[in-house]
């Protein structure tokens, strides 16, 4: 049997390799009702011959680490979506894949949660930049802003 091949849906996710600094806003919610700026460091490859984007992820407040987390990004040809495995330091189950799509420079996700329904938004700014929203929903229609970040690519 021959083995799959990355497809231009696989190539897209390049975009998001390398190794990122962010700056980052945790909005007032009631998952953080102090929030509060933080600093972010991810590093993301492209690895299982291409298939996926494998992330490991670092949060800093106060100087101190407050939250890491891995993710593994893929493309899913049978369902025509793109899917978003996330495991952190917060150690409960998140139910599955988030389920995604491109739609110009911005790749979405969303997925019902233990604390509601989360939306995980990429947009890509050129020149090595990226900015990275998250959302949150208890009743899955009205969403208000969790987390707002802006990524800069290490040369």
């Known amino acids: 049997m021959e083995m799959p091949k990355p497809i231009p849906q696989h190539r897209k996710l390049e975009a998001f390799a390398g190794t990122w600094t962010g700056q980052e806003k945790m909005l007032p919610s009631p ?6 700026d933080a600093q972010g460091a991810i590093t993301s490859r492209m690895d299982l011959d291409g298939m996926y984007l494998v992330s490991d992820y670092t949060q800093q407040r106060d100087g101190k680490v407050t939250y890491r987390g891995h993710g593994v ?4 040809p049978k369902r025509e979506s793109y899917t978003m495995y996330w495991f952190d330091s917060m150690s409960y189950d998140t139910g599955g894949a988030a389920l995604g799509r491109w739609e110009g420079d911005t790749l979405t996700f969303e997925m019902r949660n233990p604390m509601g329904t989360s939306r995980y938004i990429y947009k890509l700014q050129g020149d090595g930049k990226y900015e990275f929203r998250m959302e949150m929903s208890q009743d899955g229609r009205n ?3 969790w987390l707002e970040s802006t990524w800069t690519r290490k040369k």
């Open 31 to 36: 998952w953080d009702p102090k929030g509060g």
């Open 73 to 76: 990004i893929g493309y899913d």
């Open 143 to 145: 969403f208000q802003p």
